[in-house]
């Protein structure tokens, strides 16, 4: 099993720019999450969801931020435009129903 | 003050010793998960609970729901083990997770 797969491991851009960030949560899953963490602020929950569908966004900092789930597959968190308060960590986990999240690798973002 | 509370903050023991963290929370949950993140960042689930006691290895979790504490226990610790321990709970009626600030744990050999 490959696990939950995130792309880009890192990512620097500049102020302004479109991030996206991706992930592929493992196989059968139907539960995924997006987390950001900060030195600031630790680990924060952004958005979760249940069977493709966005069950809380609330953790969603602000329009600048979407996520989406198209498919069981595959997730992708949005950014646009893109600020320096942005650079963090970007986890996202995937799990069958309320069961143990199994977290990826990570995104490093830094917006210069 | 926060929902969820972790103590220690740091804690820096000696290899063998028998290490717990604690985590104390203020709302009402319907699970508790013990997180751990490495030094190079990745995380692991050690424990999703919503009662009693589990067990993996040298890693013990337990939670009193009616005193809204669980703790975390090492035994026989190992530097492998330096990492920090995050201790997250899931809001019962809302799903909303919240985490407490983690405990940094070092252990020394």
């Known amino acids: 099993d490959a696990g939950v797969i995130q792309s880009p491991r890192h990512e620097v851009t500049e102020m302004g720019q479109e991030v996206t960030l991706r992930c592929k949560p493992i196989?059968?899953?139907?539960?995924l999450f997006w987390y950001r963490q900060t030195m600031m602020r630790g680990l924060e929950l952004l958005i979760y969801?249940?069977?493709?569908?966005?069950?809380?966004d609330s953790g969603m900092p602000e329009d600048r931020f979407s996520a989406k789930m198209p498919n069981a597959s595959f997730s992708t968190l949005k950014i646009q435009p893109s600020e320096p308060r942005d650079s963090a960590v970007y986890f996202c986990?995937?799990?069958?129903?309320?069961?143990?999240?199994?977290f990826g690798p990570g995104t490093r973002l830094t917006v210069l | 003050k926060n929902e969820v509370e972790q103590s220690p903050q740091n804690l820096t023991a000696q290899e063998g010793e028998f290490i717990t963290i604690n985590c104390s929370y203020s709302?009402?949950?319907?699970?508790l998960h013990w997180l751990q993140q490495h030094p190079g960042g990745g995380i692991v689930s050690l424990f999703m609970?919503?009662?009693g006691k589990k067990k993996h290895g040298r890693l013990i979790a337990t939670i009193n729901i009616q005193e809204k504490h669980s703790s975390l226990h090492i035994t026989a610790s190992h530097p492998r083990d330096s990492a920090v321990y995050i201790c997250?709970?899931?809001?019962?009626?809302?799903?909303?997770?919240?985490f407490g600030t983690g405990t940094r744990l070092k252990v020394l050999a």
């Open positions: 986990a995937s799990s069958l129903a309320s069961n143990t999240q199994y």
């Open positions: 196989s059968g899953h139907n539960s």
């Open positions: 969801f249940n069977n493709n569908v966005p069950i809380d």
């Open positions: 709302v009402g949950i319907s699970a």
């Open positions: 609970l919503s009662s």
């Open positions: 997250a709970v899931r809001n019962s009626g809302t799903y909303k997770y919240i």
